[in-house]
């Protein structure tokens, strides 16, 4: 969201006070005070990054999920196999933030060693914005690259169709140049499903080509995804008919099946579908793949290239003069820059809805 749209509906919280009520809600919840907090700042920093869709508008949902027994709380990964520069990793459906965590820290380490890791991560809970990873990578001075699908979660129609099959399959990769790291990191659908939740809690709005109904009319009315739903209800998509379209045309949906594939079939967790009558709540798989500069030997070459090479990218005429062109991953810096600053704009509705949470756990909101 464009931080002042809206204000009428807005309001500001300071990331603090977010991270304060997110951690106590989870802890509440039944999880372990590190756990808690890991999830609180996962959260908050992808609204910080400006990606309210993957930030604190997901607590209800992943209350539930934890209620419900669909993600659990406390779990280590399990290592499948292990071979040294590339490792399986089960996630056992721990939350997200967790399991990721220890994923990407097992491929740094590997990665540092052997100069290059390959880690197939399945059954995690949801993992939240992938680019983070991506940063964590880059910190340790690595380029990654992460294809992640969301198994049983079929939201999204293949070029030419009408029907949900992939998941919102994001894509992600970190490149750490001195000064300027690159961080791409973005869903292979038209739009993250979070962004329509947003849209839905009266945020930000859809672009009207964003989904697609079962009779192949575009629109950008959240109702196609979720079916009719009331202010306090829970966004589910298999209530909807309708699809996400995948971005790109015909090289976005081919993208979006690469990340099945990769994330999903050759991690062993699963595609986005179909699924079964007994639905257990989904789950991402992410194939990693990190590299040391250092190791290949190319450290120096590829900071000087890379960095000559981005700033004359960077020094392209800008179509509007006063709109300058930016690498993946400055949108991000910026918006996080001017939300530690000033706040955090969350839609009245979220934080109603974390409030209602707070209070069914038995957390008190911080404000
Ligand atoms: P998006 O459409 O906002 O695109 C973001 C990417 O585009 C970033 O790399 C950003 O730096 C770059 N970008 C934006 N404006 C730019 C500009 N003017 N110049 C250059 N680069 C620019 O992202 P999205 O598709 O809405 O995805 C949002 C988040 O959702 C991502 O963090 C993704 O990982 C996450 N996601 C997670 C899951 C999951 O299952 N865990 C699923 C889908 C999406």
């Not at 590190?34 to 508008?57: F, K, M, P, Q, Y």
């Not at 292990?82 to 459906?93: E, H, I, K």
Request: aromatic share 6%.
């Amino acid at each position: 969201m464009t931080d002042g749209e809206h204000t009428d509906r807005v309001q500001l919280l300071s990331a603090d006070a977010l991270r304060r009520t997110v951690r106590d809600i989870f802890a509440a919840a039944g999880c372990a005070g590190d756990e808690a907090a890991r999830i609180a700042d996962n959260l908050v920093d992808a609204n910080l990054t400006g990606h309210d869709s993957h930030g604190v508008v997901r607590v209800p949902l992943y209350v539930d999920w934890l209620r419900s027994g669909f993600v659990l709380a406390g779990q280590t990964a399990r290592v499948v196999t292990d071979g040294g520069s590339f490792a399986v990793l089960d996630g056992c459906r721990g939350f997200g933030q967790t399991i990721a965590a220890q994923a990407v820290e097992l491929g740094i380490e590997r990665a540092l060693e052997h100069g290059t890791c390959v880690v197939a991560l399945r059954n995690a809970g949801h993992i939240g914005r992938v680019g983070a990873f991506a940063e964590t990578a880059i910190r340790a001075g690595l380029v990654s690259i992460h294809f992640v699908n969301v198994s049983d979660s079929p939201l999204v129609a293949p070029f030419g169709a009408v029907e949900k099959r992939f998941s919102t399959a994001p894509f992600a990769a970190g490149v750490p140049l001195p000064g300027q790291p690159v961080v791409l990191d973005f869903a292979t659908s038209l739009v993250a499903e979070g962004k329509v939740q947003v849209a839905s809690y009266g945020g930000k709005p859809l672009p009207p080509d964003a989904l697609i109904s079962d009779e192949g009319e575009l629109s950008g009315d959240p109702r196609v995804l979720y079916g009719d739903f009331g202010s306090a209800d829970l966004r589910r998509a298999s209530s909807g008919t309708g699809a996400i379209r995948a971005f790109g045309e015909h090289k976005g949906s081919g993208l979006a099946l690469m990340c099945e594939l990769l994330a999903g079939a050759l991690t062993g967790g699963g595609g986005s579908g179909p699924v079964g009558p007994e639905f257990r709540g989904i789950s991402n798989g992410m194939l990693s793949i990190y590299v040391s500069p250092s190791r290949l030997g190319t450290q120096d070459e590829f900071e000087r290239i890379g960095r000559e090479y981005l700033d004359w990218v960077l020094a392209a005429r800008p179509i509007d003069p006063a709109v300058p062109v930016l690498a993946p991953g400055q949108p991000e810096e910026r918006t996080r820059e001017a939300r530690l600053a000033t706040g955090i704009p969350l839609p009245t509705d979220t934080w109603t809805a974390i409030c209602r949470t707070a209070e069914n756990v038995g957390a008190v909101p911080s404000r």
